[in-house]
């Protein structure tokens, strides 16, 4: 079995409703074992639409790395995103590999860890909140010094939990 952390997000309909399904459906092949809270925050990166709501999980599985990503492919489908879904476009749900245990990986489809993981506010406090001590793979240190060295702090004000 491997760990892996996955991110969460959603800006379009029941934000809220459609990221539980979404850890339901998880499940099916996941062993969840942490979820962090959700946090709403405007949208970043250039993606338009309304405030997404973003959290992060901690699991176990059997699946190798393109198996999970066809397995998180599928739950988006299920749960509303087009297949051919355009990057800065809102989103029903957006299922990202943010770790796999201390796999780097650099495909076209595919680079783990995240390669946007340590830009976004969202992805770091909730990793802080569930996983503080998890290395990064790449430079080797915690989450929580990797948040101290960019300042990233858990901010009360982002509207956690709407």
């Not at 739950?75 to 957006?94: Q, Y």
């Not at 489809?109 to 995240?114: A, D, S, T, Y």
Request: with cysteine.
């Amino acid at each position: 079995m491997f760990t892996v952390i996955i991110g969460l997000g959603s800006n379009l309909g029941r934000r809220k409703e459609t990221l539980r399904r979404a850890i339901f459906l998880l499940q099916n092949k996941l062993r969840i074992q942490r979820i962090s809270r959700f946090v709403s925050c405007r949208p970043a990166e250039g993606v338009t639409g309304g405030n997404f709501l973003n959290g992060v999980l901690q699991a176990r599985t059997k699946l190798q790395p393109d198996q999970l990503l066809k397995f998180l492919q599928s739950i988006e489908v299920t749960l509303g995103r087009p297949k051919n879904h355009k990057p800065f476009l809102p989103r029903t749900i957006d299922l990202d590999i943010l770790f796999y245990g201390n796999l780097v990986m650099n495909k076209k489809n595919l680079q783990i860890p995240h390669q946007a993981a340590w830009r976004r506010n969202f992805v770091v406090n909730p990793l802080l909140e569930i996983v503080p001590h998890w290395k990064d793979p790449v430079s080797g240190k915690k989450i929580e010094e990797i948040a101290r060295k960019k300042n990233f702090f858990r901010r009360k004000n982002e509207n956690e939990g709407s």
